[in-house]
């Protein structure tokens, strides 16, 4: 079973919609939480990371970690087709290098 | 401030030929790493330097995978005798880790826009 799982999707919603993309992990030690969009054929691109529990907002995103569960979420509000893409969640141990990715959730927002 | 640079973005090659990929960090980075992703799958952890110093390195990387980072500016990931399951994204990745004061920055990763391989 691998360290971090992520919910396949695909996943398709409407235009302006609220969306919500997850993650479950088992290994305690992650104290950091990332957050990457991936647009076909590119280089992951840093959307937001948290450390530790509790939630942080950025603009229409919000990413909330409940170490507790082991559970990982990013909300993003008022969907726009531009927000297509895949995205993948990743966690690392505080200053371990590695970082452990999930294999993505493909997000299509319909105009 | 230039983001992360990788060389070449695509590769073509014949099973059994050696192929090198370049990456060049942002600039104030002192640690680069090398991940590997395939088709439906997430990045894979292959290697990671702090400086000069190869800190890491994944069971992934078989001996026929090879990483360098000579003056602790830009890397080198080489692979020998390339065959067909090399095929894949090969991404570099860079970070500042501050000794004395480790935090967000030395946690988070930003990525270049990958290098293709496709072995034939």
């Known amino acids: 079973q691998k360290e971090v799982e992520q919910d396949p999707g695909p996943l398709s919603v409407p235009e302006g919609a609220i969306v919500s993309l997850n993650c479950t992990y088992s290994?305690?030690?992650?104290?950091?939480f990332m957050w990457y969009r991936q647009y076909s054929r590119k280089g992951p691109e840093l959307l937001m990371y948290?450390?530790?529990?509790g939630n942080k907002e950025d603009g229409r995103f919000t990413a909330q970690v409940d170490k507790s569960s082991k559970y990982i979420s990013l909300f993003i509000r008022d969907s726009q087709p531009s927000d297509s893409a895949t995205y993948l969640c990743?966690?690392?141990?505080?200053?371990?290098?590695?970082?452990?990715f999930g294999d993505g959730t493909t997000l299509t927002v319909k105009p | 401030d230039t983001g992360v640079s990788q060389d070449p973005r695509h590769k073509i090659t014949k099973r059994g030929q050696n192929v090198t990929f370049r990456c060049d960090p942002i600039?104030?980075?002192?640690?680069l790493y090398w991940y590997r992703q395939t088709l439906g799958q997430g990045p894979e952890f292959l290697t990671y330097?702090?400086?000069?110093?190869?800190?890491?390195k994944s069971r992934l990387l078989s001996d026929r995978f090879s990483a360098e980072r000579p003056k602790g500016s830009f890397s080198t990931l080489e692979i020998q005798r390339t065959e067909q399951g090399d095929s894949a994204m090969y991404l570099c990745?860079?970070?500042?880790?501050?000794?004395?004061?480790?935090?967000?920055?030395?946690?988070?990763?930003?990525f270049g826009e990958g290098s293709w391989l496709t072995v034939v």
């Open positions: 990745a860079s970070s500042f880790f501050a000794f004395s004061a480790p935090g967000a920055s030395g946690n988070t990763i930003y």
């Open positions: 290994n305690s030690a992650f104290q950091y």
């Open positions: 948290t450390y530790s529990s």
């Open positions: 990743a966690m690392t141990i505080t200053n371990a290098g590695k970082s452990t």
């Open positions: 600039s104030e980075h002192n640690r």
């Open positions: 330097f702090q400086n000069e110093a190869q800190l890491e």
